[in-house]
């Protein structure tokens, strides 16, 4: 039985991105669960829809980079993460 896309926990995400098994749905599940959080906060400060999904790219790419690297062991929850890093790439 496949595990509905709500019920995926960050240690399955990880798993994915370290195994670059199910990658693909990986990123899709990523969007789906965190892209309107992180572009409200790109259009609270003065971005537009096109900077949101550039910056939510960019985001994604960063932490994919940073688990593969094995910059990030899970101390602290993806939407947490998420959120400064794309906090850091829209300051910068």
């Given at each position: 039985m496949r595990k509905a896309e709500h019920?995926?926990?960050?240690?399955?995400?990880?798993?994915?991105?370290r195994s670059g098994k199910n990658l693909e749905p990986t990123v899709h599940l990523l969007?789906?669960?965190y892209f309107d959080s992180l572009a409200a906060y790109i259009k609270s400060n003065q971005g537009n829809d096109q900077d949101a999904?550039?910056?939510f790219q960019e985001c994604i790419v960063v932490f994919i980079d940073t688990v593969?690297?094995?910059?990030?062991?899970?101390?602290?929850?993806?939407?947490t993460f998420l959120h400064a890093v794309i906090r850091n790439l829209w300051l910068n």
């Open positions: 019920s995926v926990s960050d240690q399955d995400i990880l798993e994915n991105i969007y789906k669960n999904e550039d910056f593969n690297n094995g910059k990030f062991r899970g101390d602290s929850k993806i939407t």
